[in-house]
């Protein structure tokens, strides 16, 4: 499967702070994607890296990828209460439709 | 606005009563798909559509049906809901099958009594 996993499942930090959230996965892809979940609600996508990139930046978003350990970090810097949230790494196999494959996410908590 | 639109977004029901959840898509969009949010298990599709009259079964396709008449809609169907089918459930549409971003509705959450 290529399902993607993410770690820690559960995050807490205070305003102010940076977070990082990993991803692991298990085949060949050609995009990984980042989406945040506020609480219930449907998912938003956040950034998309590719598999020749090894990083890239949105605003306080950063993304790392490394194919040869399979796997995806994101770091949200200078981080905010509206932060918190569920966040998902969505693993795209090369060729493959768009079927995203999700894991249960990590939880952040950012405290004021 | 762009936008993916579920109903309803709360239902509670029982066990063997037909229902449908609604979803529709403004964007013109090809791809749709449907999955299912359960704690701890991440989020499983269930049918996904890759134009009009076009479906097949996702991961866990069991006790749904979906049908795609319009480009636009997507209906997912629970003929006999069950227990099990408790859940939270998520319309997702892109461009098309090989696009790169998803957009989601807000959610359909279900309780099969």
């Known amino acids: 499967s290529q399902q993607g996993e993410e770690d820690p499942q559960a995050l807490s930090i205070q305003e102010g702070e940076n977070a990082t959230m990993n991803c692991s996965y298990k085949t060949s892809i050609n995009n990984l994607q980042w989406y945040r979940q506020n609480s219930g609600r449907g998912l938003v996508h956040l950034i998309l890296?590719?598999?020749?990139?090894r990083e890239k930046h949105s605003g306080r978003l950063r993304v790392t990828l490394d194919t040869s350990k399979k796997s995806s970090s994101l770091l949200i810097t200078a981080s905010r209460a509206a932060d918190t949230a569920s966040y998902f790494c969505?693993?795209?196999?090369?060729?493959?439709?768009?079927?995203?494959?999700f894991g249960a996410g990590t939880r952040l908590a950012v405290h004021p | 606005e762009a936008q993916v639109t579920q109903n309803p977004r709360y239902l509670i029901t029982v066990t063997g009563k037909k229902l449908t959840v609604t979803c529709s898509q403004n964007m013109n969009h090809e791809y749709m798909s449907w999955y299912r949010q359960d704690p701890g298990l991440g989020l499983r599709q269930i049918y996904y559509?890759?134009?009009?009259?076009?479906?097949d079964k996702g991961d866990v396709p069991e006790g749904y049906k979906v049908s795609r008449k319009e480009k636009r809609n997507f209906p997912l169907i629970l003929e006999s809901p069950s227990p099990n089918q408790t859940s939270l459930y998520f319309c997702a549409s892109s461009l098309s099958p090989h696009s790169t971003e998803a957009f989601f509705g807000q959610g359909t959450r279900l309780t099969v009594v």
């Open positions: 890296i590719r598999s020749n990139e």
């Open positions: 969505a693993p795209k196999v090369s060729g493959g439709y768009n079927k995203l494959i």
């Open positions: 559509s890759m134009n009009v009259e076009v479906t």
